[in-house]
């Protein structure tokens, strides 16, 4: 039987309308407006896509944005002085600087540049510090969009054989610790596979949870997918273009054959991407609360 499709855009979109309810509850009774500083510096075209896309969910939500567009020449120093400016900024909860930065940049001296109170990223090392002794403040948006996707489509984590394919700060790392937890919605054995990994298929056959964030069209191919299992797609490849010149998307999953084996999958578009989106303003809300003492 083809797997359910977990649609990441009606389960984003769910939460969206319990955020805006939120949003405007804490403008009337708080006179609190959230506020988020996006940061681009350079024209990668993915990047620019993902920085527009936070800026029409703000504006949608009711949370205020301020959006920086820098060149991709920006001197380090420059940029920390911007970062310098938005943590001493009381109208801006969370800054968010989009990754990857242009080659003559320390990402890590700008990561840790931000105050971690404004880190909505989850990328400081206190809020990593704080995650992995399971105390988080804000959860890096990527894997608490897949958290949340499992949860809500009432996917038993507790106890699964979870695999994780990638070992990035961004995904692999944080995701493989969240699900570790002592907690509700994680408790899984977890393993984590990556470009070393001897047999990659060996430990994929076991998992009922695969989540997958290679960076690689198509890595994983049916064969390395156990009957009923659950699997998540976070990748975003550019394979072509439309005539139109839009973007050919396509996930590290081969989504045609695996859906045919496993019990429940998230697409490419439509999974995971908008449950990132969404996380991020889940925490630039938690960040404004937190700035007042509300959280
Ligand atoms: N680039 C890819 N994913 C992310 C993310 O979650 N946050 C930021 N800041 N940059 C990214």
Do not use: W
Request: hydrophobic letters at 40%.
């Amino acid at each position: 039987m083809p797997a359910q499709i977990i649609s990441g855009t009606e389960i984003a979109r769910q939460i969206r309308e319990e955020l805006k309810q939120e949003i405007a509850e804490l403008k009337e009774k708080h006179n609190l407006i959230p506020g988020l500083a996006t940061v681009l510096v350079g024209d990668d075209a993915a990047s620019q896509v993902y920085v527009g896309q936070k800026e029409k969910t703000c504006s949608a939500l009711g949370i205020y944005s301020q959006r920086y567009d820098l060149p991709g020449d920006t001197a380090e120093e420059e940029l920390l002085a911007l970062i310098d400016r938005l943590n001493k900024d009381s109208k801006i909860h969370g800054i968010l600087v989009q990754l990857p930065l242009p080659k003559h940049i320390n990402e890590t001296r700008v990561l840790y540049a931000i105050d971690p109170r404004k880190d909505v990223d989850g990328f400081h090392p206190v809020n990593v510090g704080k995650l992995m002794i399971g105390e988080p403040d804000y959860l890096p948006c990527t894997p608490h969009g897949i958290q949340q996707l499992l949860i809500k489509s009432g996917v038993k984590i507790e106890g699964a054989e979870v695999v994780v394919v990638g070992r990035s700060n961004i995904v692999g790392k944080p995701i493989a610790n969240m699900l570790l937890q002592k907690k509700q919605g994680a408790n899984a054995t977890v393993t984590v596979c990556h470009t070393r990994t001897r047999d990659m298929a060996f430990h994929t056959r076991r998992a009922d949870i695969l989540i997958v964030a290679a960076g690689r069209p198509k890595a994983i191919t049916a064969d390395m997918v156990k009957e009923g299992a659950v699997v998540i797609d976070v990748g975003v490849n550019r394979i072509g273009k439309t005539p139109e010149g839009k973007a050919i998307l396509c996930g590290d999953v081969d989504f045609d054959a695996v859906k045919e084996k496993a019990k429940a999958i998230t697409p490419v578009p439509g999974g995971v991407g908008p449950m990132t989106i969404t996380m991020l303003m889940l925490n630039t809300v938690k960040a404004a609360k937190l700035a007042v003492g509300i959280a």
